[in-house]
């Protein structure tokens, strides 16, 4: 039988095992779009894009989107994206378990006054008891689930022109710097519940140009903090993303500066078009000075990793200008 003292000895142990893993937690990046897939990318949203020489791993799934997936959608990307979201009862049981178990641990079960062998059957007869409430539960829920919602798309107006930048590594004329051609658009994604015309897109020197520019761009702004500059370097879904991150830097008292920002390469994934809007998937490893200061005494408080791999999804109505519509990790 467990004495009070030894109950509070090791539920102290633990809480203090648990603040110790948080404390040891590694720094996120705080560069824009670093803190998880973002964005949309038309019926490819929920499927991964191509891999590619720069970013030969699979891509970060996309979390946040305004994208809404369709039953026909599902079937390769939207089990991906299903595998991030907690189920109806995964969560809640693992929480059930732990209590039970933190509770034997203090000499109680889920709801305590027995010690020894007789609280571990108790605990066994309660958790057999929860998992046939939770079943139930969850049957019922699914039973009162409607039809699925109706896909959608988000749609963004697009500007027209743009100025153009001499590439240090993207792709142009079919090679990039370690001599892979472009990969063609893919063809991944499912139909949504209103079929949409997939069809090829010709990306040329010009459109990597703008690339690579927007790549700058979108980083200089961000390290100076210029929402306007964001809004026309993207769509309206990224540019609140992006204001959100800024929203919540300034809420920890900090400002993430961005320097020296150089593309080492890059190259296509996939491009492709749907009706009169065109998507272009590029995977880029770039150089970056990324540091977050504490505003008030302008101390380090961040840093982040010298380079970074990544894949942008641009989108334009044709013949308009690329922004930048979705941003997922390469791994």
């Not at 998880?36 to 991964?48: D, E, I, N, P």
């Not at 109680?108 to 929860?130: T, Y």
């Not at 539960?137 to 959608?152: D, I, K, L, S």
Request: no cysteine.
């Amino acid at each position: 039988m467990l004495t009070s003292t030894t109950r509070f000895k090791r539920a102290a142990t633990l809480l203090t095992l648990a603040a110790s893993l948080a404390l040891a937690a590694p720094i996120a990046e705080a560069r824009p779009g670093s803190s998880g897939g973002m964005g949309s990318r038309g019926s490819k949203t929920f499927t991964a894009p191509s891999a590619t020489q720069t970013a030969p791993g699979a891509a970060a799934p996309i979390q946040r989107t305004q994208t809404q997936p369709g039953p026909a959608m599902g079937n390769p990307g939207m089990n991906q994206a299903a595998a991030q979201r907690p189920r109806f009862g995964g969560g809640f049981m693992a929480g059930l378990l732990g209590a039970g178990l933190l509770g034997a641990l203090l000499g109680g079960g889920f709801f305590g006054g027995l010690g020894g062998i007789a609280s571990m059957l108790g605990l066994l007869l309660q958790v057999g008891l929860v998992v046939l409430l939770v079943t139930f539960a969850v049957r019922w829920f699914r039973r009162r689930q409607g039809a699925p919602a109706a896909a959608g798309h988000a749609r963004t107006e697009m500007g027209s022109g743009g100025p153009g930048m001499n590439p240090s590594g993207m792709n142009q004329g079919g090679m990039n710097q370690g001599g892979m051609a472009p990969r063609g658009p893919g063809m991944g994604a499912a139909p949504a519940a209103a079929p949409v015309a997939v069809g090829k897109v010709a990306i040329g020197p010009g459109d990597f140009q703008s690339f690579e520019l927007a790549l700058n761009d979108v980083q200089e702004a961000y390290g100076r903090e210029d929402v306007a500059r964001l809004r026309t370097l993207a769509t309206p879904e990224m540019a609140g993303y992006f204001e959100e991150e800024l929203r919540a830097n300034a809420q920890r008292g900090v400002v993430n500066r961005i320097s020296d920002v150089k593309l080492l390469q890059g190259d296509l994934s996939e491009a492709w078009s749907e009706g009169q809007t065109e998507y272009a998937t590029v995977a880029m490893r770039y150089a970056i000075k990324d540091v977050t200061l504490d505003k008030r005494s302008n101390a380090v408080v961040e840093t982040g990793e010298p380079e970074a791999v990544e894949l942008w999804t641009y989108v334009r109505q044709r013949g308009g200008r690329w922004l930048v519509s979705a941003i997922q990790q390469g791994r």
